[in-house]
């Protein structure tokens, strides 16, 4: 299960700097003037990891968008199931709604499971 508490389980977040520098030398990726996600198949559960830069905003405003993120991803956890991923959140991001920011990641979500299935094949 995802949640714990109402939080993002740990065991879902790719944290290793080994681990992100090897998604991002695939490069593999899909964006937008809003996101970047850098991504790998892997096998087994989604791993994920969120970068904001500090010319996003102060810290709260950071933090907001990571939350925001991730509350996306719990709704879409089982379409991401086999994927390592770094969502990398642009600066324009702050002025989109939450229902904006989740149908632009939705957006980007589905491009990369088109290409995980066009690979399947």
Do not use: C, H, P, W
């Amino acid at each position: 299960m995802l949640l714990i508490g109402g939080k993002m389980n740990r065991k879902y977040s790719l944290k290793k700097s080994y681990e992100i520098e090897k998604v991002m030398s695939l490069k593999k990726s899909v964006g937008n003037r809003f996101y970047t996600i850098y991504y790998q198949q892997s096998e087994g559960e989604m791993k994920i990891a969120i970068s904001v830069s500090k010319k996003v905003g102060r810290a709260v405003i950071r933090n907001y968008e990571k939350r925001a993120v991730r509350e996306i991803i719990r709704k879409n956890k089982k379409e991401l199931i086999g994927i390592k991923a770094l969502i990398i959140i642009k600066r324009l991001a702050v002025e989109l709604t939450f229902q904006e920011k989740d149908d632009s990641l939705s957006n980007l979500f589905s491009k990369i499971l088109k290409e995980k299935k066009n690979e399947q094949k």
